[in-house]
């Protein structure tokens, strides 16, 4: 049986209003969010700058976005994880040490693709 509930404008109404939650409890409880979001207030702007064609500029926005994604993923993952407890488990530190290898592995793509594309 399908669930009953919002359709339509209002689920998009009530969804958008979830996902500023989201980004504002990153904001406030992760560091790290704010920090890559800083970043991509200031790189964001100077990707216009830098790209020599709409493909370029849409690759360096891309990779500092996605950043910023992997980075909310991993959030929501840590906290998932300390939701079930603070004793240490196997699982649970691989499950957060895998979270930031993904933020580390997007930041190393941003890295490398900005770099190709300044030294182009």
Known sequence: MAKTGNTGLARIIKAAGYSKQGLQAAWVNEA???QEGLLALVMIPVAFWVADNSIELILLI??????LIVELL????EAV??????EHHELSGRAKDIGS???FISLV????????????
């Not at 994880?81 to 603070?86: A, C, H």
């Not at 793509?109 to 182009?120: E, F, K």
């Open 109 to 120: 793509l941003t890295l490398v693709v900005w770099t190709i594309i300044v030294l182009s």
């Open 81 to 86: 994880v300390d939701r079930i407890g603070d």
């Open 74 to 77: 991993n959030s929501a993952v």
């Open 101 to 103: 290898a993904a933020v």
């Open 62 to 67: 891309s990779v500092v976005l996605l950043v």
């Open 32 to 34: 790290a969010f704010r």
